[in-house]
């Protein structure tokens, strides 16, 4: 399968950004998928994931301002971020892979990635 990261941009403190990954493939719907960001000079970390039945799982730093969906029907995945803070600005990569059905937070359960997409958040 082939990711597509999209929708990135600028945007000030407490704004709200939608980030899409879009999937190649007919068998999209038994992929799960995880958001990772890295930002400067720091490593890559995980920032929420979704199974095949849409079961999320979310960072700490993340909950209750991002939320994960998937669309089959579009093969793609959403990461809606709302409440944005400047410690949110970096690229955000998407993944996927088919083995397992529980959620995953290890970029070692993922085989597939896209190339990411920049979002940087201004205070």
């Known amino acids: 399968v082939q990711l597509q990261a999209s929708g990135g941009g600028l945007v000030q403190a407490g704004g709200s950004l939608r980030v899409s990954c879009a999937a190649s493939g007919r068998t999209f719907s038994n992929y799960k998928i995880g958001w990772f960001r890295q930002a400067p000079s720091l490593e890559r970390e995980f920032v929420a994931a979704?199974?095949?039945?849409?079961?999320?799982y979310y960072a700490n730093s993340v909950k209750g301002r991002f939320t994960v969906s998937r669309d089959n029907a579009k093969n793609t995945v959403y990461l809606q971020m709302n409440s944005l803070k400047p410690e949110d600005t970096a690229v955000y990569f998407c993944?996927?892979?088919?083995?397992?059905?529980?959620?995953?937070?290890?970029?070692?359960?993922?085989?597939?990635w896209g190339q990411g997409t920049l979002v940087t958040v201004s205070s």
């Open positions: 979704i199974n095949r039945i849409s079961i999320t």
């Open positions: 993944a996927a892979d088919m083995v397992g059905v529980q959620v995953s937070t290890r970029e070692s359960d993922y085989v597939y």
